[in-house]
């Protein structure tokens, strides 16, 4: 078995009574060192990924800065709210939260990686008072949804719902880590032991499984509306910080609904914009390059 990656910098583990929810959050340095000039830095993850998935670029972050990353309702070790279902709009509501918790009285730099990008896009254009600058990680938004494929897509959801979701289970945390690496050949050996931790638990039986509701499995019934997004971050304030890996390519299952030129006319609303191509790298760009990454967050905040 290889020998798991090394942390440079610890995290410990806080709590917070998020909208009913027990939300657990990991962070590096001290809530009470954040200042104006170095505010506190929120990290959230992707759609099944989690919060300590940030450790790789947090170790190459200037130390001085403290960093809170959280992990969404129903996924690591924040509460399951029992839901058929996970609606956007919670993931607002629940960051809102979060922030007033963990700074009530500043701003902050806000980063979020593809699911998370999304949520932090749409975040800082409704409450563009509470971000001093956002970085997006290949967060590229979704394709529309016409209005004529919402019947289909509801039906589809009250047929998902006659059957339980279930998660794949492993026999061991090596074959978890395998399964991460076939997922992301580009993440290393030591790095998908470590990762694999975090990532799944062990089940009374004895096996293991991601720390994930399965109910994130099931169809969003509630229809992804372009023009809401894109007026969203027409209302951005923050300077923008987008980053994408060289390699990346879009899901296959959106085929031609979402072209390139679609997505850069999105992003062209945001007033504030700067980009950051990363290479060797695919969407997972935080895994791929943490380094890189990393240089790239620091060198952008700091100009705030």
């Known amino acids: 078995m290889t020998a798991p990656y090394t942390p440079k910098r610890h995290a410990r583990s806080l709590w917070f009574d998020i909208r009913g929810l027990r939300y657990h959050a990991l962070l590096w340095g001290e809530l009470a060192d954040a200042t104006a ?12 990924d989690v919060a300590a998935s940030f450790q790789f670029v947090v170790d190459g972050l200037d130390p001085a800065c403290p960093v809170l990353a959280a992990d969404w309702r129903g996924f690591g070790r924040s509460a399951n709210p029992g839901a058929d279902a996970y609606w956007f709009p919670d993931y607002v ?81 090596d074959a978890v880590a395998q399964r991460l690496r076939q997922t992301n050949p580009r993440l290393t050996p030591a790095r998908a032991a470590w990762l694999a931790a975090e990532w799944a638990e062990q089940q009374p039986g004895g096996r293991w499984q991601l720390r994930a509701d399965p109910a994130h499995k099931r169809v969003n019934p ?13 209302r951005i304030a923050a300077p923008v910080l987008w980053m994408e890996g060289r390699d990346s390519r879009p899901p296959a299952a959106w085929g031609d609904r979402y072209p390139r030129a679609e997505f850069e006319a999105r992003l062209g609303v945001v007033a504030q914009l ?5 290479d060797d790298a695919g969407h997972m760009l935080h895994h791929d390059q943490p380094e890189a990454v990393a240089a790239a967050i620091d060198a952008f905040l700091a100009e705030g």
Do not use: C
């Open 37 to 48: 000039r170095r505010p506190l830095r929120v990290m959230m993850h992707g759609w099944m």
């Open 93 to 173: 509501g629940d960051l809102d939260a979060l922030l007033g918790a963990a700074s009530p009285d500043a701003a902050v730099d806000l980063m979020g990686h593809s699911m998370g990008g999304n949520v932090v896009m749409a975040y800082a254009g409704v409450r563009p008072e509470r971000v001093r600058r956002l970085v997006n990680l290949e967060g590229f938004g979704m394709p529309d949804t016409p209005a004529d494929e919402a019947p289909a897509r509801l039906q589809r959801w009250l047929d998902e719902l006659k059957t339980p979701e279930r998660l794949r289970d492993y026999d061991s945390l």
């Open 222 to 234: 509630i229809p992804y509306r372009a023009a809401e997004a894109v007026a969203m971050w027409r």
């Open 274 to 278: 700067q980009r950051v191509l990363i």
